[in-house]
């Protein structure tokens, strides 16, 4: 399938419009190390739309938008209760090449589930650095509100490190100190951020939709607020706070 490559003395960067505007490669040439994870037993290829985010080659560095979970609108409006597949959508549809240039590259698709423009640029700021610039236009008649992460899967070894940003540290110490033994997090957030503070801090994580329609089955503020408590109460449970 047709790639793109950006190159510089240090850096090679391939990106595949389709699917996903996928980055297949982020190689350092002095180093000789690539910085994502290549397909292993699974080909890269397109898949259908709508399709759960496991069922691809799960390499490289994908984008997610409007969500991460799969869920329905949440928000009051036109396109309340319309659905939204896992990890977004753009991940798994085809993107148009904008521009190209010798050192950048633009890349733009059009939302499906929600109208919007998703565009994203890559270049080399110099030799060593990749820059990437994202911008996301509303093109429908009315308001819409939508959730975006970058989801790089990067080469990890034995001597990977992770390092956590100052103010995440300091949560943590707070929550040691203070013994706190559950973290409340919308379902909308990243996953794998709540569960890592859980686990330096052994908190029980307690991940809830925020919204009616933030999750199957939540279709009313009463089932809303119902979830509220079971999960709570679930989580308080399991570290012994409550007796059953």
């Keep these: ?27 350092d040439k002095i180093t000789g190390y690539e910085w994502l994870v290549a397909p292993a037993d699974r080909p890269f290829q397109p898949v259908a739309y709508g399709a759960e985010f496991i069922v691809q080659d799960m ?57 919007y423009r998703f565009t994203r640029s890559l270049s080399l700021a110099d030799p060593a650095t990749l820059r990437l610039g994202y911008t996301l236009t509303n093109t429908g008649d009315g308001p819409i509100t939508a959730l975006w992460a970058a989801h790089p899967q990067f080469t990890a070894t034995p001597h990977t490190r992770i390092r956590l940003p100052e103010h995440v540290t300091e949560l943590v110490s707070m929550m040691q100190e203070r013994k706190i033994g559950m973290i409340l997090a919308a379902n909308y957030f990243d996953e794998q951020t709540v569960r890592t503070v859980a686990n330096r801090t052994g908190a029980e994580p307690v991940i809830l939709p925020l919204f009616v329609g933030g999750a199957p089955g939540i279709d009313d503020y009463f089932k809303l607020v119902d979830c509220w408590v079971d999960g709570v109460l679930a989580a308080a449970g399991r570290k012994g706070l409550v007796s059953k």
């Design 1 to 27: 399938m047709p790639a793109w490559t950006l190159e510089s003395d240090r850096l090679r960067v391939v990106t595949t419009p389709d699917p996903g505007a996928k980055i297949t490669s982020i190689f």
């Design 59 to 115: 390499s490289g560095w994908d984008e997610m938008l409007p969500t991460i979970k799969p869920c329905r609108y949440p928000a009051p409006g036109p396109y309340l209760g319309a659905p939204l597949p896992d990890h977004g959508e753009v991940w798994a549809l085809a993107w148009d090449v904008e521009a190209e240039e010798d050192s950048a590259l633009t890349l733009a698709v059009e939302g499906r589930a929600l109208p």
